[in-house]
């Protein structure tokens, strides 16, 4: 009885220790796992789109984890390409566990059903891997029944409207019209201040021995019809012969004495005609200031000797036309200097317009063009 005591408490304590070391397995070989998934976002997509290959792997704190890696349009397998990778994340699980993830985006221009091989990864230098997957590519399907449905490739078209690329173009508009208002402006204030109109007098110069001759006949008639005292008679001779040496001789004979004009013909005429002259002077003065009386004879050979002096000294000269424009009052100046200012403006105004809708015309033709 005793002995089958011990040996059930014998066989019961056995139990328990394989008991006891079959969980310690199961639990050190559950901690110890190192467990690697994949899985697609899509298992089915049309030529040229893009899906998802998610790759995680849980292993313990410490480890060392490499994930494999793919260069920009690297090629999974044959037919598949990896447009690009993720840089990867880590997640706490707790226990001393962590989760490690990378994504890869996937595309195909084939179709085809491909196998996705199971992607190793390395944790602590020895391979783990996870499970393959089949990624269905389809193309897109096509009418050929009805190909007038089919349209050409369009161009690639940009912004139609930048606004760094036209505001230029709106500001200098804007002034274009600006200058167009100021060129209606003064065109109107030009329409209101009317031009001068200058009129010039055509003047007839007549020769200086045809005027002394026409204005001693005139005094010769007018003697004889008016029977003009004598000294009215000598004053207007003298005025005459003098006006007469003015313009023939060059010097103020209307300023001087008789004696100072006789001392100046002295050097240039005959003696003969200078002493004509001085006694015509002297009988001239004898009246205007002596009250001294002449005879009727003695008026005519002093106006006989005025006629031989100028037919003696007269001078090849014939008669011109000379345009004579009269002189403009301080208004009318002022007003004239106002046009051609009024006009300076329109012309600047007038050109700036023309240039700015040039360039502005070439501008919008290159945007556009």
């Known amino acids: 009885m005793l002995d089958c005591k011990m040996r059930l408490r014998h066989n019961i304590f056995h139990l328990c220790r394989a008991t006891f070391l079959l969980v310690m397995a199961w639990l050190s070989t559950s901690v110890s796992a190192q467990t690697v998934e994949q899985k697609l976002d899509s298992l089915q997509l049309l030529i040229g789109q893009q899906t998802t290959l998610h790759l995680s792997v849980s292993a313990q704190k410490g480890q060392k984890i490499v994930m494999p890696s793919f260069q920009p349009s690297q090629q999974l397998i044959p037919g598949v390409e990896v447009v690009e990778q993720s840089h990867g994340d880590t997640i706490e699980l707790g226990g001393q566990r962590i989760l490690v993830r990378r994504d890869y985006v996937l595309t195909s221009f084939d179709e085809n059903v491909y196998a996705i091989p199971a992607l190793k990864v390395k944790v602590n230098g020895k391979d783990y891997q996870g499970n393959p997957l089949a990624l269905k590519v389809l193309t897109v399907p096509v009418d050929t029944v009805h190909p007038n449905q089919f349209y050409p490739p369009k161009d690639v078209q940009d912004n139609p409207f930048l606004w760094s690329e036209w505001s230029g173009i709106f500001w200098l508009s804007i002034l274009m019209l600006l200058l167009c208002g100021s060129f209606y402006y003064l065109l109107m204030r030009l329409r209101q201040n009317k031009p001068i109109v200058i009129s010039f007098r055509i003047v007839k110069r007549v020769p200086a021995h045809e005027k002394a001759l026409s204005e001693i006949n005139v005094i010769k008639q007018q003697r004889t019809e008016n029977h003009e005292s004598q000294k009215e008679y000598y004053t207007r001779l003298t005025d005459t012969l003098r ?5 023939r001789f ?37 009246v205007k200031f002596a009250k001294y009386e002449t005879l009727i004879n003695e008026n005519d050979a002093n106006l006989v000797n005025a006629i031989n002096f100028i037919d003696q000294t007269k001078t090849d000269e014939v008669p011109v036309e000379e345009k004579i424009a009269p002189s403009l009052t301080e208004q009318d100046k002022k007003a004239q200097g106002q046009r051609k200012f009024l006009k300076t403006l329109l012309w600047v105004s007038g050109l700036l317009v023309v240039a700015i809708i040039l360039y502005v015309i070439y501008e919008v033709y290159t945007l556009v063009g």
């Open 250 to 286: 060059g010097f103020n004979a209307m300023e001087m004495t008789s004696g100072e004009i006789i001392q100046r013909l002295q050097d240039a005429g005959d003696p003969k005609m200078i002493d004509e002259l001085k006694q015509l002077f002297r009988t001239a003065d004898l």
């Open 243 to 247: 006006e007469y040496i003015v313009n």
